[in-house]
């Protein structure tokens, strides 16, 4: 639960989703709560039509931005990978801090200013989170270590957070200057004032996250708890009239929690939870409310964890009068799962089912019951228990997608009914096992189940349609089997003749045809199954998808034999009869909807499927009718509102209609249209199998319209605007192609990803003008002409490099990291440089282990690894300069020159650099030891070489200006 005040607050009216009148002053509240409410498109669409709507103030359009930011720190929220949700947090932090630059009036200026110190302190909890499943102690150290400094970096900002508000206090009270203020200056001082508690009250609130970080008893967390109870303590004293006082006491409460100081813990607990005395008789306001629930629940769930279960019921049962209806309160919920756990701990493990069971009937939220479920699977764990239990632990295991363990329950369930002779519950336990054995890819499983419901359980009410399936999987397995003859197939027959004497008026009788069509069609005899799949007679259930199904087979007839190169009438032909039977599909279900409330359920998904089929036709060579496909895929992805109303289309089907899109839009060659929902496909399917195909398609395409503006050997004054930003997509779909496909799980070939990033890579140095055969340090980065492009492809470099996509076979690793390196020292991402170089050097093993000394045989085997450590080095003195641990990047960068000037050959460039860099890091430093050494270096080197260099290296003017930089410095005799 939520209890700060954050920019990510706002509750969601549903019928507002649907509403075409706006008001205009709330419209970013409302796009923000579909944010939090998990609607992101929505939110997207929404925020689209506030920016281009002509009556949007100027104010709304500002804080449109800070939508974006909503949906990245969401986005982050639902990663499980660290490095990813802290990419998300980031972007969330980049763009909150560009619209206080750009709005810094705007009235909500003041809390994007805090949720940055929030969303910097979401980056610490991430690696919490993490630190809690990771065992591997060496990862465990480097999480701590990163974790560190997040929480520090949120301590400071809320610090500094503390003396702006201060300042600004000031500054009012000198403006006012004793007088009365006015209306205005009053809730400016308001504001400045609930500012500056937010500020204070988040860096104890803070420092209780950042102890999290350390096991219990350990020094670190003593002292972090500590701090954090003593700024809780001058908090309270401070603003102990505000509401926020008792909030903050739960986090007081939660701290002497991981101290073990267990009385103070209920002490705190009981401080918030007397907030209610305050509203005897009068109606307690909802934030103050939340706070109070808040308390007791933690409270209860901290007496569960030292097993006093009686003092946790009790602490919940004083919470729930606080609740009007629990089944709607989420936390209503939550607590009354408390209990369950307090009475399963106290040895009432039917007292907890029970209570999770009569909650179950109090929910409507899907996601409220699938919560309840889980927790009354986890109770009743183990063997025992009715049908009706049996089914919440299928369920319970359905919401995780454990197939198997949904079979254990429904085998549970079984055994349950079968011990209470209940023959329509064993027969749905059987419909349900079915289906899951379908899903499994276990045939003769499923057909047991369904075989069983047709001749033990007749009179229930699905089992004619059991009989069909029976004797559908059967088809299916004889298909497969592909014998003309098979006991397989003698079963098919013997299902369908149980179905048709015993079920004659059924529908599902009438699917028989239906299945005498479907074996062709399995067996590739297409021109048959097309004839057949005619005769299904309209009265059959599956009547509507043995019309799809004609065009399907006429379809893939033609395909194939215009694959194998015949091209004549009698294939276009097919393709006619293929379109000629979808349209009638989409024309027949135009008539209104079925009679039977299955069919009517079936038909978006069967409609979908067709449109797609129409659309495959439409775009084949032997059509090219590409515009006229698109409008078609258009009536998937848009369907029509009907009553109002638009019906949702699954992600399956919306992701495959997209993808259907871009090659639609590629052969027409309009990649812009292409690009625009390959944008949308990362944006919300990027782990997916046809967003990796997409990326890939759009990448090669920009390409090869790069290369024909450009021309096949390009100059860089051939590359036009038009040509460079071609290449730009290319090298990002490229990237993106790469990574979808590594998290999407897909197999890529490392030739082919190393194919690529040396394509963009060397782009990159032609459109630059940057000579490999020189050093980094030569080129001047600030005047790259496209600095981007050498991102993209040390995005798909790094996982190459890290096996990420196989083992690596033939490949010079060495020189792989170097290019590696390369790329971010031209992007200047000295952070990802610096990681590159050292394991290069470390991989190479140029260093000495557990020492800063070079060895000479790698060094004399690899002299070019000598020029990379010396690169390494200056990427050092670049972080230094961004002024985080500077210290250290300094001592590193010594570190390596001077390794640097002992093994070079005096009076050459590479020792006049190394030298020339060793005193001014000395100087840089600043401790007087360093500048002693600093000192006593540039006058030695003046004694031995009085006209420095002789200027053979141009650095003579560098070395006075030094000179005078540190004697300037000395102390005067």
């Known amino acids: 639960m939520t209890i700060l005040r954050t920019l990510f607050t706002g509750a969601l009216a549903a019928s507002a989703i649907c509403s075409t009148a706006?008001?205009?002053?709330?419209?970013?509240?409302?796009?923000?709560?579909?944010?939090?409410?998990?609607?992101?498109?929505?939110?997207?669409?929404?925020?689209?039509?506030?920016?281009?709507?002509?009556?949007?103030?100027?104010?709304?359009?500002?804080?449109?931005?800070?939508?974006?930011?909503?949906i990245f720190a969401k986005t982050a929220s639902l990663q499980e990978d660290t490095a990813k949700a802290a990419e998300e947090l980031d972007k969330a932090v980049k763009v909150l801090e560009d619209f206080i630059r750009a709005n810094g009036s705007h009235p909500r200026?003041?809390?994007?200013?805090?949720?940055?110190?929030?969303?910097?302190?979401?980056?610490?909890?991430?690696?919490?989170?993490?630190?809690?499943?990771?065992?591997?102690?060496?990862?465990?150290?480097?999480?701590?270590?990163?974790?560190?400094?997040?929480?520090?970096?949120?301590?400071?900002?809320?610090?500094?957070?503390?003396?702006?508000?201060?300042?600004?206090?000031?500054?009012?009270?000198?403006?006012?200057?004793?007088?009365?203020p006015n209306e205005e200056e009053k809730r400016e001082e308001e504001e400045i004032r609930y500012n500056l508690m937010d500020s204070i009250y988040n860096v104890p609130r803070t420092l209780y996250s950042h102890c999290l970080l350390y096991e219990p008893g350990s020094k670190e967390k003593s002292e972090l708890a500590n701090k954090a109870v003593g700024g809780f303590m001058d908090f309270e004293l401070d603003y102990q009239d505000q509401l926020k006082a008792y909030e903050s006491s739960i986090f007081w409460a939660l701290t002497h929690k991981e101290l073990g100081e267990f009385d103070k813990v209920y002490q705190r607990f009981d401080f918030t939870i007397s907030l209610k005395d305050f509203f005897q008789g009068a109606q307690m306001p909802d934030d103050a409310r939340e706070v109070i629930l808040t308390a007791y629940y933690y409270k209860a769930t901290?007496?569960?964890?030292?097993?006093?279960?009686?003092?946790?019921?009790?602490?919940?049962?004083?919470?729930?009068?606080l609740i009007k209806d629990v089944g709607k309160d989420r936390i209503g919920v939550s607590a009354v799962l408390v209990k369950g756990d307090a009475l399963l701990g106290s040895g009432d493990k039917d007292a907890a089912i029970k209570l999770g069971t009569d909650l179950m009937k109090q929910v409507s939220s899907p996601g409220l019951q699938a919560l309840i479920r889980k927790k009354v699977a986890e109770w009743s764990s183990g063997a025992g228990g009715g049908v009706g239990l049996y089914l919440i632990k299928y369920e319970a295991a359905l919401d995780e997608d454990n197939y198997i363990a949904a079979i254990a329950a429904l085998q549970g369930g079984i055994a349950a009914a079968e011990a209470a002779d209940a023959h329509e519950a064993i027969a749905d336990l059987l419909w349900k096992m079915g289906g899951i054995y379908e899903r499994l890819d276990r045939p003769y499983d499923a057909v047991i189940c369904y075989e069983t419901i047709a001749t033990d359980y007749q009179k229930w009410a699905k089992a004619a349609e059991a009989a069909f399936r029976a004797a559908q999987v059967w088809n299916t397995i004889a298909a497969a089997i592909g014998e003309e003859r098979s006991w397989e197939k003698d079963q098919v027959a013997k299902n369908l003749t149980t179905l048709t004497s015993k079920w004659p008026n059924d529908p599902n009788s009438k699917n028989a045809q239906y299945l005498v069509a479907d074996a062709l069609y399995q067996k590739g005899k297409y021109d048959d199954a097309a004839k057949e799949f005619a005769k299904v007679p309209e009265d059959a259930k599956l009547y509507e998808q043995a019309i799809v199904m004609a065009g399907r087979c006429y379809y893939d007839q033609a395909k194939k034999l215009w694959a194998a190169g015949t091209k004549d009438k009698t294939v276009t032909d097919m393709?006619?009869?293929?379109?000629?039977?979808?349209?009638k599909y989409l024309d027949y279900v135009k008539k209104g909807p079925s009679k039977i409330e299955e069919i009517q359920k079936n038909r978006p998904g069967v409609e979908a499927f067709c449109k797609q089929a129409l659309a495959n036709v439409l775009m084949h060579d032997a059509r090219k009718k590409f515009p006229e496909a698109i409008k078609v895929l258009d009536e998937i992805d848009n369907p029509p509102e009907v009553d109002g109303k638009r019906a949702d289309v699954p992600d399956d089907v919306k992701k495959r209609v997209w993808r259907q899109k871009v090659t639609a839009y590629l052969?027409?060659?309009?990649?812009?249209?292409?690009?625009?929902?390959?944008?949308?496909?990362?944006?919300?399917?990027?782990?997916?199998?046809?967003?990796?195909?997409?990326?890939?398609?759009?990448?090669?395409?920009?390409?090869?319209?790069?290369?024909?503006?450009?021309?096949?050997?390009?100059?860089?004054?051939?590359?036009?605007?038009?040509?460079?930003?071609?290449?730009?997509?290319?090298?990002?779909?490229?990237?993106?192609?790469?990574?979808?496909?590594?998290?999407?799980?897909?197999?890529?070939?490392?030739?082919?990803?190393?194919?690529?990033?040396?394509r963009i890579y060397n782009l990159g140095l032609l459109i630059n003008k940057i000579d490999t055969a020189k050093s980094f340090t030569s080129v001047e980065l600030d005047k790259l002409k496209n600095p981007r492009i050498f991102v993209d492809a040390a995005r798909i470099?790094?996982?190459?490099?890290?096996?990420?996509?196989?083992?690596?076979?033939?490949?010079?690793?060495?020189?792989?990291?170097?290019k590696l390196a390369w790329c971010h020292d031209f992007a200047q991402n000295w952070e990802g440089s610096r990681d590159a170089y050292e394991i290069l050097i470390d991989s190479e093993r140029l260093r000495k282990k557990g020492s800063q000394t070079l060895e000479d045989a790698v060094l004399k085997?690899?002299?070019?690894?000598?020029?990379?450590?010396?690169?390494?080095g200056h990427v050092y003195i670049r972080l230094a300069a961004k002024g985080e641990n500077k210290a250290n990047y300094m001592q590193e960068a010594y570190t390596i020159f001077a390794n640097v000037v002992s093994k070079s050959e005096k009076d050459t460039e590479a020792w006049w650099r190394a030298k020339y860099l060793v005193i001014k890091i000395l100087f840089e430093k600043g401790g007087q030891n360093d500048f002693e050494m600093a000192l006593m270096g540039v006058k030695d080197m003046r004694a031995n070489y009085p006209n420095w260099d002789e200027d053979k290296f141009k650095m003579r003017d560098r070395w006075i200006e030094m000179e005078k930089a540190i004697l300037d410095r000395a102390p005067k005799k």
Request: charged share 35%; hydrophobic share 40%; net charge negative.
């Open 22 to 70: 706006w008001a205009k002053g709330d419209d970013v509240d409302f796009a923000r709560a579909l944010v939090q409410n998990g609607y992101v498109d929505l939110a997207q669409e929404y925020c689209k039509r506030i920016e281009s709507d002509p009556a949007t103030s100027p104010e709304d359009k500002a804080g449109v931005q800070l939508i974006q930011a909503e």
């Open 109 to 180: 200026a003041p809390e994007a200013k805090f949720t940055i110190g929030v969303l910097l302190r979401q980056k610490g909890d991430v690696i919490v989170a993490t630190l809690k499943k990771t065992a591997d102690s060496s990862k465990k150290a480097e999480l701590i270590a990163e974790g560190d400094k997040n929480f520090k970096a949120a301590e400071s900002y809320f610090e500094g957070l503390q003396k702006e508000y201060r300042s600004m206090k000031e500054s009012w009270w000198q403006k006012t200057n004793g007088r009365q």
């Open 302 to 321: 901290t007496y569960n964890e030292q097993r006093k279960y009686r003092d946790a019921e009790k602490t919940i049962d004083e919470m729930l009068k």
């Open 575 to 583: 393709f006619d009869k293929a379109e000629t039977s979808f349209r």
């Open 667 to 758: 052969a027409m060659d309009d990649t812009a249209k292409a690009v625009e929902v390959t944008e949308k496909m990362m944006e919300k399917y990027r782990a997916s199998a046809v967003t990796v195909e997409a990326c890939q398609l759009v990448g090669a395409k920009c390409d090869e319209e790069a290369e024909k503006l450009a021309g096949e050997n390009p100059t860089p004054e051939s590359i036009t605007p038009e040509a460079m930003k071609l290449w730009e997509l290319a090298a990002k779909y490229y990237a993106n192609w790469i990574h979808s496909g590594i998290e999407a799980k897909q197999k890529i070939k490392v030739d082919d990803a190393l194919a690529v990033a040396d």
């Open 797 to 818: 470099y790094e996982p190459v490099a890290n096996e990420q996509l196989g083992r690596l076979q033939g490949v010079d690793t060495s020189k792989l990291l170097l």
């Open 861 to 872: 085997a690899k002299p070019w690894l000598f020029v990379a450590y010396e690169e390494l």
